[in-house]
Nanobody, 124 residues
Framework: QVQLLESGGGLVQAGGSLRLSCAASGRSFGGDSMAWFRQAPGKEREFVAGIVDGDASTYYGNSVKGRFTISRDNFENTAYLQMDTLKPEDTAVYFC?????????????????WGQGTRVTVSS
């Protein structure tokens, strides 16, 4: 059974940092794209960051560019999201996604596997 397990969420003050982890089990994602999305209350799921396996190219949503960094460790089958200079508007549940079937990194419906999410709350 394939599972993605996110961790690292929590409460942090504005300007602070958090590091999210996404540990995969049941299947290696070494050859697949992985991404982070987030969903705030009453809003649609939003692309945050993605990483392509082949050349490790990374892509970011406009609202997080320059503040967030996505990375992966294929040996550990884990993806990470380093979040710096956090803002209250970053408050959301953050989801890890893997195995993109559409070739469009930013499209949530293109991912086959999802984690349950980890909540991030940024206080002002």
């Amino acid at each position: 059974q394939v599972q993605l397990l996110e961790s690292g969420g929590g409460l942090v003050q504005a300007g602070g940092s958090l590091r999210l982890s996404c540990a995969a089990s049941g299947r290696s994602f070494g050859g697949d794209s992985m991404a982070w999305f987030r969903q705030a209350p009453g809003k649609e799921r939003e692309f945050v960051a993605g990483i392509v396996d082949g050349d490790a190219s990374t892509y970011y949503g406009n609202s997080v560019k320059g503040r967030f960094t996505i990375s992966r460790d294929n040996f550990e089958n884990t993806a990470y999201l380093q979040m710096d200079t956090l803002k209250p508007e970053d408050t959301a549940v953050y989801f890890c996604a893997a195995y993109n079937t559409l070739g469009v990194l930013t499209a949530a419906h293109g991912y086959r596997y999802w984690g349950q999410g980890t909540r991030v709350t940024v206080s002002s």
